[in-house]
């Protein structure tokens, strides 16, 4: 069977058409399928981050609740910032207070200064507490008023910490913790023995 020029074109012209998108086809629907296999991939790795990052969230959000009462700790406090501007004198005034309870984002601080809360007070706060400096930005939350003695407590809240700086500010506090109850006979510290020193 011979072939006559305008058949065989046709001919292969028909083969093309059929053969062509079908094989075309095919490459794309192989290569979707290895771009969805590495993206399902991707997916999972990504996946798996989020949870260990919603369990360290988890951890800080423990951590930082925990509240534990101290024994007078001396501190030294520096009026930084005031939000009204009749007050703007009292600006880098310092004074002194005592933290009776603290925790890993605040404090109960006591002093003889009877500020106005409601003013937007930051101040800046230094104390040692187990033998360790800290130096925080704090801002005053909650005014607790005395009739007895001379002196405010002040709800503070630190602001402006870094992660590493709360870790270290709840290992102190949750080993204090454990050494009171353990000298206290309690044997059952199983809440404290889930944070590290």
Do not use: W
């Amino acid at each position: 069977m011979t072939f006559e020029p305008p058949l065989l074109i046709a001919s292969v012209t028909i083969f093309l058409s059929l053969f062509l998108p079908l094989g075309t086809f095919s490459i794309l629907t192989y290569r979707l399928k290895k771009n969805l296999v590495k993206q399902k991939g991707e997916n999972e790795r990504l996946l798996e981050n989020v949870y260990h990052l919603k369990q360290k969230q988890q951890e800080i959000e423990r951590r930082k609740a925990f509240r534990l009462e101290v024994s007078n700790v001396d501190c030294e406090i520096t009026l930084n910032g005031i939000g009204d501007r009749k007050l703007n004198h009292l600006i880098g005034k310092k004074g002194t207070g005592t933290i009776h309870d603290l925790s890993a984002n605040g404090a109960r601080l006591a002093c003889h200064y009877d500020l106005p809360v409601r003013k937007g007070i930051i101040i800046g706060i230094d104390f040692i507490f187990r033998e360790e400096h800290f130096s925080f930005r704090a801002k005053l939350v909650r005014k607790i008023e005395h009739f007895e003695g001379n002196h405010v407590e002040f709800g503070i809240e630190f602001i402006g910490m870094s992660i590493q700086e709360q870790e270290q500010l709840s290992s102190l506090l949750i080993a204090t913790e454990r050494e009171y109850m353990r000298s206290k006979g309690y044997k059952n510290v199983h809440f404290f023995e889930n944070y590290k020193n």
